[in-house]
């Protein structure tokens, strides 16, 4: 793999660990849960195949929507919108919310309304049986609980894909452990509330559904809600908008037309599979199959894999890939495709293996307790054969992220025909060949594997004819290596399993851990040996989320702490008026700016407390340079800070100044601080205004102040430049003015850059010949050499001495300067700066800086050192001369301030803080001063002016170092310091106002957006009508829900009963018996008195006939052949196992040699007190035998005997 693939790759990586902790954190909650249905229900019963069949449905409903028109349309289309819409996409997400849930809403009310009707298309034929009617009756119920579940499935999905968008991908990888924890307390309290229970195929009570139904419900909608925060913290505010025409959507949904038709068909193979699946329990009372629980439970646990690096990593890959596509890089999206594909099954082979070669042991530890613990087995066999379609479906799933980013949906609708198909052709003809309920589930599962064997090659090949670069050679090589890595391994963990099986749990435990190390401990240094470099990229992103490091390649252990140079000030050296006079510039104005406006009026122009635009409150005056105000502002829409700078109306350069802010809204990237808007105002005083981001940091200025950076420092500060400038520079744009007063460390230790494009248009480099692509790329070079060095080779500048020369006045060596620097670092910053000076090839790009600083910090991240280093709070910035309380002693700054020999625009840490003056500006023009943190104390509250008069603003207040005399403005000092983000945030601000929005302004806004934004809104009658509707349509759906719970229900049919002539008992020889079982008492059973009992012998040592016969029972004649529907036995004793059975043969004679010539009709295992047991269909026959086939215990060593007090025949 090469520098740059490796560098692209760990950024890959890095984007997924917070996603696949939360996913791992999830699926381990996710298996608690499963365990605990496990435990509660059992594997292989009715009421499991209940419980996920009414979970299941809501479940894939939500799936037309959220795997169809969500997941693999929305994130392109935003991302799109984000790019090109003035407003950063915000009107396209709202109107895009609206439409989606207003679609969930209707189609929610329409599956609660018709919810027995979309039940019995998942339902087998088999839950028709009448014996059944309990079952249905208890499905219905738990289904209209469970119904809306459909509605937060896809809400959450759809925030959850906004969220992505915007880059923030933790949210929706988290929020399902709510919904775990929620399951787990609810099952937990079930399986205690009936821990008495041990007979799991009657049907559900009231009170179980109820627990269940709600609990499940209850889950997923906190699901949805703990994302709403997320939403805030990113400044977004839903806001219902329904001017949908013209807007954009149509295309929208164009394109999700093909996604929702990809889904339909995988769930028309779901419920294909869910109705086989779901029967295999129920059609044979007397040997239940595994149906569809023990199929989820093995899919739940072979999905984990995959949820926990595929899905994160095609999550991560999709955004980048589409904006590579949008820029119609190809190559660049089969680059990022395959990198995703070979990180991915570096993971999922040995995963794949894993699970064919430890099935038994994991599936006996996690399925085998409670209810489960005699039926796991059918998991385990399930889960082998799930294992054979990891791989394939991991190939197939990230190459449709491919045609997801080329937003090629009818080339996916198309190969899914394929695979839908298949699955569900070999699902059902694999059933129908071959019927036995036993191995149902296993079958089904290696059905779903071979589709996608096939999806897997078809997907290749079409992706391939659009991505000729995608590789797929490579792809099968890299495969077989990690195959081939995996084998010894496993050959030894299945030795190891097979030995402890059978020994009990502790043995079992035992050996799958063992099994588990020796499967891993040989992998990884056999997969080294076989050159997967992609193990050490995923070790290396593991060991960070860990907060492990290494010291590898120039980095050594003393690099980890900050560090000094000897040459720094003493700050107690200093005096007062020193640390004034150094206190660090705001910005440095630039004499050659040809800026020749006329000075401004401040009576007539903005004012504290004015309202821009209906939108922006101006609080405090920051900077004023030239014409320029610079504020900091609340936005009153989105409710948070923001710093405006302000232009007068006329003034010269606004009109390019506002082109350069809208193109830079093109850069996506987290690591520059973003423009909101651009907005141009005519018939106002002021003219132009351009919002930007707000957030605390530090420019690395100042932070050098205190000293240079350690390597580690240095070299992941210039890293994160290099890496974000990629992109850029892909895009044909260039910062050019990369310095130490660009740069920006936050309060969290993470590194910004600011003035991208605004920059360059306030003062044009005079480098009019260097490539942009070449400047950026020495900017990165002198960035490293004064971060690592403390001074700048070009002459004193950004508060920094210039670098010592020798006796010839050239520059010296890194080296020289630092004896310490390691040979690596150094020999960077020779190929940047000085080529010739490295026998390794020149660093020209961007990528190859990125890569060569990659291979030295190994993986090790500085972000916490540099928050250290930062020392917050940081001190505020103040417009006046801090005048110090009584007894206050300064601390300077250690290095003296030395203008720049040219000017550079104002770094703040959002993007452009002010513009330069002219030279005769320059002469009234003062910056700020940054207070004393040792001094600074909250401000003291402003005056109350009467009403109607406004504050005035005095300008000299703001460029003057003297408080102000005016009576009507209290005097600035020291102890109310005025907040600059360049330095800290204000006192009164929450960490939630400092909250990061990543969407850019790059075009104007349409003329409608910015009405709906800029004009105040009156929401509460539309609030009114919303919170009317919702309880006019709760209050619908809970009237069609008590209608259709009630339709549901069955009709007691009107029976009629038949006379019974004859009763007798029944024991052939043949079967065991000797013909006689009471047979004198047999006639007590017919008699119609509850108190009279037809009883079976006593049996001393078990249940089943002390073993020496099938069962006994009585055989009824009914005088002539009738129509029997049900027959309606009442049990005294304990509960009892019976079966009706008619003649296998002539309906109209009766077989007393054995009772295999007797064919069972209904059953009723742990029959008590009154039961009715129905046929599946009306039988026509003249005898009926009542089978005992399991006897209840008496207790206290009495043995085993059965009584039956009445029976009764209707038709």
Request: with cysteine.
């Amino acid at each position: 793999m090469t520098d740059a693939a490796s560098g692209s790759s760990k950024r890959l990586l890095s984007a997924t660990a917070v996603m696949a902790s939360g996913t791992m954190v999830s699926r381990i909650l996710g298996f608690v849960r499963t365990m605990l249905v496990a435990f509660a229900l059992g594997n292989v019963t009715t009421q499991g195949d209940t419980f996920t069949l009414a979970t299941v449905v809501p479940n894939n409903l939500y799936m037309i929507f959220a795997g169809g028109a969500l997941n693999t349309v929305l994130v392109p289309q935003i991302v799109r919108h984000i790019r090109s819409d003035a407003d950063g996409g915000v009107a396209f997400i709202n109107r895009i919310m609206t439409a989606f849930l207003v679609a969930l809403a209707v189609v929610t009310a329409f599956a609660l309304v018709f919810t027995p009707q979309l039940m019995s298309l998942w339902m087998g034929d088999a839950w028709t049986a009448g014996r059944l009617a309990g079952h249905r009756d208890a499905l219905f119920f738990l289904a209209y609980l469970t119904m809306p579940q459909l509605f937060f499935y896809g809400a959450f999905f759809l925030i959850g894909q906004v969220l992505n968008a915007r880059d923030k991908f933790g949210p929706m990888m988290w929020a399902p452990i709510v919904n775990n924890l929620v399951q787990i307390v609810v099952l937990g309290g079930y399986a205690i509330a009936w821990a008495s229970q041990s007979d799991h195929s009657v049907p559900f009570t009231r009170e179980q559904v109820l627990v269940l139904g709600v609990g499940s419900t209850v889950g997923i909608i906190a699901q949805t809600l703990v994302l709403i925060p997320a939403m805030r913290a990113l400044g977004l505010r839903y806001r219902p908008r329904f001017d949908l025409r013209g807007s954009g959507l149509g295309a929208t949904f164009h394109l999700a037309k093909w996604a929702i038709g990809y889904v339909v068909l995988t769930q028309l193979a779901a419920v294909v599979v869910t109705r086989l699946a779901s029967a295999a329990t129920i059609v044979d009372p007397a040997k239940p199959g595994p149906g569809l629980l023990a199929y989820n439970e093995a899919y739940l646990t072979w999905i984990l894999p995959h949820s926990l690096l595929t899905v994160s990593l095609a999550t991560a890959l999709l955004p980048s890939a589409s904006r590579l596509a949008a820029a119609g890089d190809l190559p660049g999206v089969a680059g990022e495709t395959s990198r995703t594909l070979r990180l991915a099954n570096t993971f999922i082979v040995p995963a794949a293996v894993g699970l064919g070669v430890l099935a038994n042991p994991f599936a006996n530890l996690v399925f085998g307790n409670g209810a489960g613990a005699s039926d796991w087995h059918a998991v385990a066999l399930t889960l082998m054969c799930f294992a054979v379609g990891l791989v394939p479906y991991t190939i197939q799933y990230v190459y449709l992220r491919g045609f997801y980013a080329l937003e090629n949906m009818r080339t996916v609708f198309g190969l899914q025909i394929w695979i839908s198909g298949a699955n569900a052709l070999l699902a059902w003809g694999w059933v129908q060949l071959d019927p036995n309920p036993l191995t149902v589930a296993p079958r089904l599962a290696l059905a779903y594997s071979i589709s996608y064997l096939l999806g897997a090659f078809i997907t290749f090949r079409s992706l391939a004819r659009r991505l000729p670069d995608l590789g797929g050679g490579t792809m099968l090589g890299h495969v077989v290596r990690v195959l081939a890595a995996t084998l010894p391994g496993a050959a030894l963990a299945w030795g190891i399993t097979a030995f402890a099986a059978d020994r009990g749990k502790p043995i079992v435990a035992a050996g799958f851990v063992v099994a588990g190390l020796v499967f891993g401990g040989l992998f990884i240094p056999l997969a080294r040996l076989l050159g997967l470099s992609e193990v050490a990229v995923i070790l290396d992103a593991v060991a960070r989320r860990l907060g492990l490091r290494r010291g590898r390649g120039g980095v050594r252990a003393d690099d980890w702490a900050p560090g000094t140079d000897e040459g720094d000030v003493v700050a107690s050296e200093l005096t007062e008026a020193d640390a004034i006079r150094l206190t660090p510039l705001l910005n440095y104005p630039d004499p050659d700016a040809p800026i020749s406006a006329p000075e401004v009026d401040a009576d007539a122009f903005v004012q504290p407390g004015d309202v821009l635009d209906r939108r922006y409150r101006l609080d405090r005056l920051l900077v004023r340079r030239g014409q320029a105000l610079t504020w900091l502002a609340r936005d009153q829409t989105l409710s948070r800070p923001v710093l405006l700078h302000v232009l007068p109306a006329g003034a010269p350069r606004a009109l390019d100044v506002l082109d350069a802010a809208r193109e830079s809204g093109r850069v996506l990237d987290s690591r520059f601080l973003r423009v909101w808007d651009a907005v141009l105002v005519e018939g106002q005083t002021y003219g132009a205004m351009v919002p930007c981001e707000y957030a605390p940091g530090q420019s690395l200025e100042l932070a050098l102040r205190r000293g240079a950076m350690s390597e580690i420092e240095a070299c992941w500060i210039v890293r994160q430049l290099a890496e974000g400038l990629i992109a850029l520079h892909a895009d044909g744009l260039y910062h050019r003015h990369l310095n130490p007063d660009t740069v920006v460390i936050t309060a969290s230790g993470n590194v910004k850059i600011v003035g991208f494009l605004l920059e360059e248009a306030l003062a044009p480099s005079p480098d009019g010949g260097v490539s942009g692509e070449r400047a950026d790329v020495r900017g990165l070079g002198l960035v490293l050499f004064a971060s690592l060095l403390g001074c700048w080779p070009d002459g004193p500048a950004y508060g920094l001495p210039e670098s010592p020369r020798d006796a010839r006045g050239r520059v010296l060596a890194p080296g020289e300067l630092r004896p310490e620097l390691s040979d690596a670092v150094a020999d960077v910053i020779d190929r940047i700066l000085t080529p010739i000076a490295s026998p390794q090839p020149p660093l020209q790009t961007a990528s190859a800086v990125a890569s060569a600083l990659a291979d030295i910090l190994q993986g090790a991240d500085a972000s916490r050192l540099l928050e250290q280093r930062l020392q917050y709070p940081i001190p505020l910035v103040a417009t006046t001369r801090p005048a110090l309380p009584h007894g206050a002693t300064p601390i300077p700054p250690p290095v003296p301030v030395v203008r720049p020999q040219r000017a550079v625009l104002a770094s703040t840490l959002d993007e452009t803080a002010a513009w330069a003056p002219t030279d005769e500006e320059e002469e009234t023009w003062t910056p700020t001063a940054a207070a004393l943190p040792q001094v600074s104390t909250p401000a003291p509250p402003a005056p109350v002016l009467p009403a109607g008069q406004r504050r005035p603003l005095r300008v000299d207040a703001v460029v003057d170092a003297d408080a102000s005399d005016d009576p009507g403005l209290p005097a600035l000092d020291a102890t109310a310091p005025i907040p600059f983000p360049f330095e800290g945030a204000p006192s009164s601000s929450t960490p939630s106002e400092h909250d990061e929005l990543s969407t850019p302004i790059p075009a104007p806004t349409p003329e409608r957006d910015l009405v709906a934004i800029t004009q105040p809104r009156k929401h509460f009658w539309f609030r009114l009508l919303i919170v009317c509707f919702l309880v006019a349509l709760v209050a619908g759906m809970a009237g069609v829900f008590v209608n259709q719970y009630r339709a549901s229900r069955p009709v007691a049919p009107v029976h009629t009963p038949i006379a019974i002539v004859g009763v007798r008992d029944f024991d052939p020889k043949a079967d065991g018996g000797d013909d006689s079982e009471n047979g004198t008492q047999a006639a007590l059973a017919t008699d119609g008195q509850a108190g009279t009992l037809w009883k079976t012998e006593k049996y001393g040592k078990s249940a089943a006939f002390n073993g020496r016969k099938p069962g006994v029972g009585l055989l009824l004649d009914l005088g002539a052949v009738q129509t029997v529907t049900s027959v309606r036995v009442t049990v005294a004793t304990g509960p009892t196992d019976l079966e009706i059975r008619v003649p296998a043969g002539d309906p109209g004679a009766a077989s007393m040699a054995t009772q295999k010539d007797w064919r069972v009709v209904a059953s009723g295992p742990g029959s008590l007190g009154e039961s009715t047991l129905t046929p599946t269909k009306p039988v026509q026959t003249r005898y009926v035998l009542v089978y005992i086939t399991k006897l209840p215990d008496l207790g206290s060593g009495a043995g085993f005997q059965a009584a039956i007090a009445d029976i009764s025949v209707s038709s």
